[in-house]
């Protein structure tokens, strides 16, 4: 069965430090990956996802991932982070068929 | 872009009482809908999917006769919480998908049930 590790259940940076939230994979065939994040009082938005190709993946609002399919990770990060992207963060996989395997989730506050 | 919209966002009942949650596809067609459960500190864990015109697919674990499921249109799935209990409180979020099997899911902003 596949599972999504998420490493970091709470973070808190400061403005303008680099963030690399943790997510990892067991699964041995092929995966759809994928960052979710949920702003305060909003629903879950796609932040990135890779399906194939390139393994540097960018997505909105300056955040990154980076499949390294050796490692079964795929890890997100962002060089400067703002207040702003205080929310909670969701790695998620999809190996077949429609639904995704969530993470437990990564919660980010990040001070000014 | 593509909207998810979820009824009602909160909602507090008895034990006992059941709870329609209603998930609608406002500007697409959705002929999949998956429902999601979230505990608190704990990750969004599928329940069932939806498809529109069938009986749901539950995942393991998961009561079918306690969370019925009907997706009787293409922009509408409704997942009801018959004779809910305190342990039946969380939060539920349902999703839908735009377009192909390579596209992403679009979520509902989640209902927050708590049963007292």
């Known amino acids: 069965a596949q599972s999504v590790s998420q490493h970091n259940h709470h973070v808190i940076l400061s403005e303008a430090a680099s963030l690399e939230l943790g997510c990892n994979y067991s699964?041995?065939?092929?995966?759809?990956l994928f960052w979710y994040v949920q702003y305060p009082g909003q629903h879950l938005q796609l932040l990135l996802k890779y399906f194939s190709g390139d393994p540097l993946v960018k997505g909105i609002k300056g955040f990154e991932a980076e499949f390294i399919k050796s490692k079964f990770s795929f890890n997100l990060r962002k060089p400067s982070v703002q207040w702003s992207d205080t929310a909670e963060y969701f790695c998620?996989?999809?190996?077949?068929?429609?639904?995704?395997?969530f993470g437990k989730g990564t919660s980010l506050l990040v001070t000014p | 872009g593509a909207v998810v919209s979820q009824h009602p966002s909160w909602v507090i009942c008895k034990s006992g009482t059941s709870v329609k949650i209603e998930c609608r596809s406002l500007d697409f067609q959705a002929t999949t809908m998956f429902w999601y459960r979230q505990f608190p500190k704990q990750s969004l864990m599928l329940m069932a999917t939806s498809n529109e015109g069938s009986k749901a697919t539950y995942e393991q674990g998961v009561e079918k006769d306690k969370f019925l499921i009907n997706h009787a249109s293409l922009t509408l799935s409704t997942l009801t919480v018959t004779s809910a209990h305190p342990e039946d409180s969380s939060f539920y979020i349902c999703?839908?998908?735009?377009?192909?099997?390579?596209?992403?899911?679009?979520f509902g902003n989640g209902t927050r049930l708590t049963v007292t």
């Open positions: 998620a996989i999809r190996s077949s068929g429609y639904a995704l395997n």
């Open positions: 699964y041995g065939g092929t995966v759809n």
């Open positions: 999703s839908a998908r735009v377009g192909g099997e390579n596209s992403p899911l679009h």
